[in-house]
């Protein structure tokens, strides 16, 4: 069983940047792929991005791509979510969520494990 740990999550102001961790302790999740979802207050949970093990290949939602970046370092059992630009729009709970069929699953039925969450706030 792995379990997910995400980090990072803070106050910061529009236009900032910020980057997040997902830590995966209980084994390694190297040939998992990975994904953000984020739920922000009222809304139900949305996907993000994610990333496939060997980083052969990532996917954005057209809210964040161009502002965000998805990465990891397996050997770290890590994956980062690299946050630009940060809008109003971007304050939310963001979770990193793992699938052992290593394909880059849109909708959250199509992840294994979950993390707690970790709160983004943007705000003035």
């Known amino acids: 069983q792995v379990q997910l740990v995400e980090s990072g999550g803070s106050l910061v102001q529009p236009g900032s940047s910020l980057s997040l961790s997902c830590t995966a302790s209980?084994?390694?999740?190297?040939?998992?792929?990975v994904a953000w979802f984020r739920q922000a207050p009222g809304k139900e949970r949305e996907f993000v991005a994610a990333i496939t093990s060997n980083s052969g290949e990532s996917f954005y939602d057209r809210s964040v791509k161009g502002r965000f970046t998805i990465s990891r370092d397996n050997a770290k059992n890590m994956v980062d979510l690299h946050m630009n630009n940060l809008n109003n729009g971007d304050t939310a709970v963001y979770y990193c969520?793992?699938?052992?069929?290593?394909?880059?699953?849109?909708?959250?039925?199509?992840?294994?494990?979950w993390g707690q969450g970790t709160q983004v706030t943007v705000s003035s």
């Open positions: 209980g084994r390694s999740f190297g040939r998992d792929a």
């Open positions: 969520a793992a699938n052992r069929a290593d394909r880059l699953e849109l909708i959250e039925g199509g992840y294994d494990y």
